[in-house]
């Protein structure tokens, strides 16, 4: 079996820990260096030039997208990350794959046979990622990965209500209920439509198609009536950017 020279990027020791041992135990595979941030993931990725990069998405210093778009060569990459919401990221980034933290040791398998077995067309792919990083941030969210009683499954925008924080999560109201994924609000906004997600106060985002009725209260403060019978309270600031919306 070829192998090929790897480098991971991972700031949590027991990850690292993890990702050391899995590369060293896969004969596909020669470890030739790791960094524990972005910066240094940076300087080493560009001096090691190694074939294959693992890349924590969420790092010290600098992001695992940022070092990717500072790279002047294109190694394979596949991301991990322990935020779903960074895995559609890197999926819609078209990266060779994403490892979703804590992953198993098949998952990992499953992963290094794709960049063994699809180098032309994760080249071609890998090309398509650096071109979109290279544009900018990424698009706006289409959908966010879920988890729901053991699933994880993709929840679309103009499905979802509201958002609230939660402590360093956000609570989505969407379908009935409600889903807790691990990112925090500020987070998702910047990557939300602003013409349909409007940040009514510090802890929480309305999708105004979910709007049934905007009423102002006794300190002229709106109360949005949400179609599910939820009211939420806009703060001043809010409420003025939501009655210059008004025709």
Known sequence: MNTKTAFFAEDEPLARDVLRDAIYGHPGLRLVGEAADGAEALVRITRLRPEVVFMDIQMPEMSGLDVLRRLD????????????????????????DYLLKPFTQARFAAAVARLLDGTAQARDTL??????AKNGPPA???RILVRDRGRIFPLALDEIAYMKADSKYTVIAARGQTFLVRIGI?????????????????SALVNLDFVDSMR??????LQIHMRDGTVLGANRDASKILRDMAI
């Open 73 to 96: 060569y294109l190694p394979q990459i596949v991301f991990t990350t322990a935020y779903d919401q960074y895995a559609v990221t890197a999926f819609e980034l078209h990266a060779v």
């Open 127 to 132: 090309d398509s990622a650096l071109t979109h």
């Open 140 to 142: 706006r969210l289409e």
């Open 186 to 202: 500020s987070d998702l906004e910047a990557q939300l439509d602003p013409a349909r997600f409007v940040r009514i106060h510090r």
């Open 216 to 221: 102002a209260d006794d300190q002229s403060q």
